[in-house]
């Protein structure tokens, strides 16, 4: 045997363990977990709010449950996962990426980017292994610029799952920003190890 194909058959092992590893992880998170579990590249954060989970539809009878007798807020847990990326030898240039689900349980993602690198309309490529997603600049404030995943009309008839169950399914995932004035393009490789498990715990933390 080869030393290429040893080392290629040490690495397949210890992928392989780090993903056995991290499901471990994920499973262990149930309903009403609060505090900080990192799986893979990603932060699961739930914490301790006032209100209803996040994910759960209000009628007459969930809000009156959400209250109980005194007509105080119950606490549940909102959770969310999330992951920071800075460019490589340029601390300055990051973007942070986040998944949560709103209160039909779909699941939604929001994209910081740090100050300069976008402007409020602008348009970002999201390319998939199975395609692209287009990612539209909502706003930009002091500090960052707050982005999110678009859905175009003419692509509603054939679409089988929204743009964020695809982000969260992808096996490649790279978001680039268009060049500024004067600059060029900033490219980030998202680090989707540990993504699915995570999402996977959230939603069960949620409930």
């Given at each position: 045997m080869s030393r290429h194909s040893v080392v290629a058959g040490t690495i397949l092992a210890i992928g392989a363990m780090l993903a056995v590893d991290q499901s471990v992880i994920a499973q262990q998170i149930d309903a009403g977990f609060v505090g900080v579990q990192r799986i893979g590249a990603w932060n699961l954060v739930c914490e301790k709010v006032n209100g209803p989970p996040a994910g759960t539809k209000q009628t007459g009878e969930t809000a009156q449950e959400a209250h109980g007798a005194t007509g105080a807020p119950k606490p549940s847990v909102h959770c969310r996962v999330d992951t920071k990326i800075d460019q490589p030898g340029n601390?300055?240039?990051?973007?942070?990426?986040?998944?949560?689900?709103?209160?039909?349980?779909?699941?939604?993602?929001?994209?910081?980017?740090?100050?300069?690198?976008?402007g409020a309309g602008d348009y970002?490529?999201?390319?998939?292994?199975?395609?692209?997603?287009?990612?539209?600049?909502?706003?930009?404030?002091?500090?960052?610029?707050?982005?999110?995943?678009?859905?175009?009309?003419?692509?509603?008839?054939?679409?089988?799952?929204?743009p964020?169950?695809?982000?969260?399914a992808a096996k490649t995932a790279v978001l680039t920003i268009p060049a500024r004035?004067?600059?060029?393009?900033?490219?980030?490789?998202?680090?989707?190890?540990?993504?699915?498990?995570?999402?996977?715990?959230?939603?069960?933390?949620?409930?």
């Open positions: 601390p300055q240039t990051w973007m942070h990426m986040a998944f949560s689900l709103d209160p039909q349980r779909f699941l939604t993602v929001f994209m910081q980017l740090a100050p300069g690198l976008a970002l490529d999201l390319r998939l292994n199975d395609g692209g997603v287009r990612v539209k600049v909502l706003f930009c404030g002091p500090g960052n610029c707050i982005a999110v995943p678009v859905i175009r009309p003419q692509d509603i008839p054939g679409m089988k799952i929204t964020n169950e695809r982000i969260a004035a004067g600059g060029k393009p900033v490219a980030f490789r998202l680090p989707l190890d540990g993504l699915q498990p995570a999402i996977a715990a959230m939603r069960r933390a949620n409930r």
